[in-house]
């Protein structure tokens, strides 16, 4: 395959699966602008990584993987000028216009508890959320099934005092 | 509560895809030239560590070429002590960033990043620390190799200068010191973030 031809079939792989780049970018960017600067690296440090590819795991969990991992690196640079985010300046807010439906309230008020965690919870959460098993979400962590178990409880415990807001 | 939250998910995911969209064109476009933060880090540490080991070089030269006199061989041999350290810590940063796989479990890999971080800032507390020790011993080589000059025989004048050099610079320094001593922490936090993650705890 030319360098071209494998270019683009690469292109094409991540293009079917941009919704990781889009939720991972806007679970540790606060605007638009850093979500556009995240993807670009995650893209970049895909095709660097891409010869490496095996397809031990499926192309989505090895995409999945490195798209956190680019996020958590670059969001701990990020905090060293901004290190809290306050309710009114949580990520995905500028995307969506203010809520008028009870539904958007929701969206906003989960997609605030997410902003939240601390990087490595919000993976965490995010491959939950994802319905990956936890065998999965264990492997591409790094940790032990039963301490993924254990998090996600503890993330859902702290996440149930909202609930009135999130069940409808 | 838990397909509630997935369904809520779901839908936010659905919503995201509807409002951006990839410009795969210019993606692929960029595709031959774009960087990752790792590619840069490593050319820099490659950029100062070719700086270090010419450094080396030159002050073996310079040494080499003054042999016979010790008030020349000795600002020179420290200056290369001081290169051959910055070497050893260069490498070391090489070798981490070289070691960082991003498609390997994440956990392991923020490890490494923050190792990585501590590491460098580590090197630039180092180096800033000795800097200002190294500021004489540069002068009377560079003086000597590039002019000719020999400093020693400027007298008590130039010595005088130098000590207010070097009380003028021990500010800076100490803010220097403390800037990096923040970032310090501030890793050493991460890392332990990190490690309390990766702990199974009942």
């Not at chain 2, 969209?21 to 590619?39: D, I, W």
Request: with cysteine; hydrophobic share 50%; glycine share 4%.
């Amino acid at each position: 395959m030319s360098s071209d031809a494998a270019q683009r079939a690469f292109i094409d792989r991540i293009d079917r699966h941009r919704g990781i780049l889009f939720k991972v970018a806007a679970a540790y960017c606060l605007n638009l602008s850093d979500r556009e600067d995240l993807i670009q690296e995650t893209v970049a440090q895909l095709w660097r990584a891409y010869r490496a590819f095996d397809g031990r795991s499926s192309f989505s969990t090895w995409m999945y993987r490195i798209a956190l991992n680019v996020a958590i690196g670059s969001l701990r640079k990020e905090t060293r000028n901004r290190r809290t985010v306050g309710p009114a300046e949580m990520a995905f807010l500028e995307q969506i216009p203010e809520p008028q439906s009870e539904e958007d309230e929701r969206l906003s008020l989960l997609r605030t508890l997410i902003a939240n965690l601390p990087p490595l919870d919000r993976a965490l959460m995010l491959l939950y959320l994802d319905d990956y098993a936890y065998a999965e979400i264990a492997a591409m962590l790094g940790i032990s099934e039963s301490n993924v178990g254990t998090k996600i409880a503890r993330i859902k415990e702290r996440f149930r005092r909202h609930a009135q807001l999130i069940v409808t | 509560m838990e397909s509630a939250l997935k369904s809520l998910w779901a839908e936010s995911n659905r919503r995201l895809e509807a409002s951006m969209r990839l410009n795969a064109v210019l993606l692929e476009n960029n595709l031959g030239t774009a960087k990752t933060s790792l590619n840069r880090l490593m050319r820099e540490v490659v950029f100062e560590l070719a700086i270090d080991v010419a450094g080396i070089v030159l002050l073996g030269t310079f040494a080499a070429a003054h042999a016979a006199q010790l008030r020349f061989v000795i600002p020179a041999v420290a200056l290369d002590l001081y290169a051959i350290a910055l070497v050893v810590l260069g490498g070391r940063q090489l070798a981490a960033i070289r070691s960082i796989d991003y498609g390997r479990p994440v956990a392991g890999v923020q490890s490494q990043l923050e190792a990585l971080r501590i590491l460098r800032i580590r090197t630039t507390q180092w180096a800033s620390l000795f800097a200002p020790l190294m500021w004489v011993p540069l002068a009377i080589v560079l003086l000597k190799g590039l002019a000719g000059v020999d400093l020693y025989a400027a007298g008590t004048g130039w010595l005088l200068a130098n000590v207010l050099f070097g009380l003028a610079v021990i500010p800076i320094a100490i803010y220097v010191a403390r800037r990096f001593e923040a970032r310090l922490q501030d890793a050493v936090a991460s890392r332990d973030a990190i490690r309390r993650f990766e702990e199974a705890r009942p």
